[in-house]
């Protein structure tokens, strides 16, 4: 069983831009990365993996289980932060973890999970703090802490470590090496290749709205090898400057 | 807990700790307060041209007088003030681009959109009785005169308008949903409002869904029955419709 089967997807937006004929494979205990320059599809591909977009051809299942047949109880196994943290401006660190704790059907363990949960990411000197009051970074925080805090099976996270200091993303890393050890499956998106390299399985490759092919994580010099891959689709598509 | 029970308990909290929310409340009520005994006290001292413009409240006076103004004030701005809390409470999330996060839960996003609605209608009701305790000891402490059945009669009208208002306010949700934001509910929010004053000038009265409750709170004999019926029809449709336009979302814009 894979956590995430992405099978031949397309979805296209009015002026051509999208994803085309995407297949992508997250399996159980994978840390599974999608780089590539701006705007080449990453977040698209992740909006799919969610239900976010709809695709207009092909076929997305989480746990063999494709998305339009899924039960709502079964999204309680999946963790995500696309974009925007799930991080409400008025609320408290620890009440933002708690709610996002029972939206993802934790009911009255809610509160331990939320409170494990701050002392997890460092979060505990915000617990009382108002979230619009915490910087960037720690916003960001908070948001990683609420999609990974009730253990999903399925995590995909664009950009996890935007924003954070350098302690933020070592407790994030430990946080996704954690949940990989134990058997969950891990989409990030990410444009820093060091880190990507230090934590990731399998490095997919996206250009303009195309998997293009992989990296090996244990390659020497993965910024090379990347705009190589790059440079090689652009050439072979026609699309170099 | 079932998915509903969860998710109203998640917009509940939002709500409450809020501040467009608490402003919107005290502005509306402290508003409300301050017009009926300002009017209250100047019709009181007999100038004409303020009495001029009481229109049917002209010849009223003490207790009738003063709660007259204070229908009259929430017949309007409570239409607004809780069409511009509905337009925050759903297009926050568009606008703090919150509603990513509100996808890939076994909390549906219709579900969600429903507590908001059960949040928003419950939230009208705790702001009508403040409002309605707050012109009650505003009038005893005036000293008004009257009698005690129409005084308490006029204050279950004035006290059942603000969620009727809340009721008739729905539709702002769809509009903040198809939106994308604040703004669409609130334009949405005054152009009901407008919508009202002129049916009302133009003698389409009760019938017309967006008037009927103020004109029923201001005058229950003129108001029949069965024109609640569109009134509260409106709403529901309109929140029916928002709750499919939430479960039916992408996020492609």
Known sequence: MSRLRMRDVTRLFAGGAGVREIDLVVEPGQIHALVGLNGAGKTTIMRLALGMLRPDAGEVAIDD??????????????????????AYG?????????IGARLHGAGRRGSA????????FGL?????????????GNRQRVGIASALQHDPALAVLDEPTNALDPSGVIRVREALLRRADAGAGLLISSHHLDEVARIAHRITVVNRGRIIGTLDPAGRDLERELFEALHADDVATGAAA | MNALGVAIRVE????????????????????????AIGMTLAASSGRPELVGKLGPLADARGWELYLGVAIQVAGAAGLLATGVVLAYLVGREFGDGTIAGLFALPVPRAVILAAKV?????WSLVLALAVGLAVLLGGLALGLEGQPGD??????????????????AVPVALAASLGRGLLPGIGLAVVLLAAAQVAVVA???????????????????????????????????????????????????
């Not at chain 1, 289980?65 to 799930?86: D, F, I, K, Q, S």
């Not at chain 1, 617990?127 to 009051?133: A, G, H, K, L, N």
């Not at chain 2, 603000?162 to 008739?168: G, W």
């Not at chain 2, 005058?219 to 336009?245: E, Y």
């Open chain 2, 203 to 253: 003698g389409a009265g009760p019938w017309f869904p967006v008037a009927t409750g103020a004109l029923w709170a201001i005058d229950p004999a003129a108001v029949p029955p069965l024109a609640f019926l569109p009134a509260v029809t409106l709403p529901v449709a309109a929140g029916l419709v928002s709750a499919r336009v939430w479960s039916r979302l992408q996020l492609d814009r």
């Open chain 1, 124 to 136: 505990e000197a915000y617990r009382d703090v108002p979230v619009r009051r915490l910087s960037l």
């Open chain 2, 118 to 122: 059960v949040v928003f209608l419950a």
């Open chain 1, 113 to 120: 999970i939320a409170r494990a949960a701050l002392a997890e």
């Open chain 2, 12 to 35: 509940a909290r939002k709500a409450r700790a809020a501040r467009p929310v608490l402003a919107t409340s005290v502005l509306f009520a402290g508003g409300l307060l301050a017009l």
């Open chain 1, 90 to 98: 008025e609320l408290t660190g620890l009440g933002n973890l708690e």
């Open chain 2, 151 to 168: 005084v308490a009669a006029a204050l279950v009208r004035l006290v059942a308008l603000v969620p009727l208002s809340a009721l008739t």
């Open chain 1, 65 to 86: 289980e494709p998305l339009g047949r899924r039960a709502p109880a079964l999204w309680a196994r999946v963790g995500h932060l696309v974009e925007t943290p799930l």
